[in-house]
């Protein structure tokens, strides 16, 4: 096989990975904020329905997520507050903006790095590393930090006054209008600035206190074939552990590429999941875990349809779903139930594998079904808003809920629909 022809395969098959979690709405690249009548909807459908098993599971997560997160900032808040008495305020503020620029800067040369691998066998970090979110955070949190009542307010040890977050409501994805900021930049920010004003001592205290907000993990392999990039980041990266290699990103439940590690899974505070790994989770499965190109050729197997994609280790990860889900096909997806999980694959993307046995499409997601309201089905998942790709400063990566039009689903994608066993 020649090299180009080697690299076609290599990329194909990271691209039926790595873009497993794009959420779709018929406005893909006009996503706004949440309406606060959309809210009231999915209040009154999480009502009527929190208490089926698996969706209950999935909302008493996001709960205890959100808790953490709300805490966890009150406590950096209070800690910066200390940290900066008598100091020299301005000189803290220039320091900090100074740094998340920097490391804004250097996220990105990272990113470029991690994109352009195609040799490492962990297609999940070269995701987590190459398509984070990590340096727009940083730099959103530099801007807010020139505002004077925004900084006055965090050096107080309290929210600023603009800010808006109630851990005990639900979080949606791009937030709700004039009503709460989960599920926007402002999270991640806003736990970006409080970070960044610590000193180096105080950092290195607290920064592995926060791991509903901070996210560390290892360069090691990473940038094994690049030590100049490393020795940079060792120099100069803020949140970087010298001694380990490890860098921290700032999050809000969301890593796009999820994370696999088991020692983080059977002890976590809290793990950064995607889409899937997220189900994962809730299903319990913590090995051999598995992506929505799989529950595609698993749904058609099972109601023996011909698209099929199976990578040669893949046997374990059928054995897994198979305990663990029940494929079902209703009639339409409004037959759907809350609880279910749905899942599909983009078909109409031609530029990813086409497999002998089949085609599977390149980019998926999947959710918990929370209910319907017309023909806008409401459901809770870990997902990205595309629109922050775009700088529109709204939405971010994040565990919530989303909205779509069942019928522009069923027009654009191949749907496959479970329930947990």
């Known amino acids: 096989m020649n090299n180009n022809l080697r690299k076609y395969f290599i990329m194909s098959s990271f691209l039926l990975f790595a873009s497993s979690c794009t959420t779709y709405t018929k406005n893909q690249n006009n996503h706004q904020r949440f309406t606060t009548k959309q809210l009231e909807i999915a209040n009154n459908l999480v009502k009527k329905n929190s208490k089926v098993s698996f969706l209950k599971k999935a909302l008493t997560h996001h709960n205890s997520y959100y808790k953490a997160v709300h805490d966890d900032l009150e406590n950096l808040l209070n800690t910066v507050s200390l940290n900066l008495k008598n100091k020299n305020l301005k000189e803290a503020k220039k320091s900090a903006i100074k740094h998340l620029n920097n490391d804004a800067d250097l996220m990105d040369e990272i990113k470029k790095y991690a994109t352009s691998l195609n040799n490492i066998n962990d297609d999940e970090m070269i995701t987590r590393f190459g398509y984070n979110r990590t340096s727009l955070i940083l730099r959103k949190a530099a801007e807010l ?75 090691t392999e990473l940038l094994a074939q690049n030590p100049e990039l490393l020795a940079k980041l060792q120099k100069n990266y803020y949140l970087f552990s010298k001694d380990k290699n490890i860098i921290s990103k700032i999050y809000e439940g969301y890593e796009f590429g999820g994370d696999k590690d088991l020692e983080k899974i059977n002890n976590p505070k809290f793990v950064p999941f995607d889409c899937a790994t997220g189900i994962d989770y809730l299903l319990g499965i913590k090995q051999d875990q598995f992506y929505t190109y799989h529950l595609a050729s698993y749904h058609n197997e099972f109601f023996k349809q011909n698209a099929v994609y199976w990578k040669s280790n893949d046997w374990k990860t059928k054995e897994q779903i198979a305990k663990t889900l029940k494929p079902i096909k209703p009639k339409s997806l409004s037959h759907l139930k809350p609880g279910n999980i749905i899942s599909w694959r983009d078909l109409n993307d031609k530029t990813s594998l086409i497999d002998p046995k089949g085609y599977v499409g390149n980019s998926g997601h999947i959710g918990i079904v929370i209910g319907f309201d017309g023909d806008d089905l409401y459901y809770i998942s870990w997902a990205r808003d595309l629109e922050t790709k775009n ?9 919530s809920i989303s909205k779509a039009e069942s019928s522009s689903l069923n027009n654009k994608l191949a749907i496959f629909n479970f329930e947990a066993k």
């Open 391 to 399: 700088k529109s400063g709204i939405g971010i990566d994040a565990l």
């Open 145 to 219: 930090l020139e505002n004077d009542n925004y900084f006055d307010a965090i050096i107080a040890g309290k929210f600023p006054n603009n800010f808006k977050f109630s851990w005990k409501s639900l979080t949606f994805l791009s937030g709700v209008e004039n009503f709460d900021d989960k599920g926007t930049i402002a999270i991640s920010a806003l736990a970006a600035s409080i970070i960044y004003l610590l000193d180096e001592n105080e950092l290195k205290k607290n920064l592995y206190n926060h791991s509903s907000i901070i996210y560390n993990e290892s360069t």
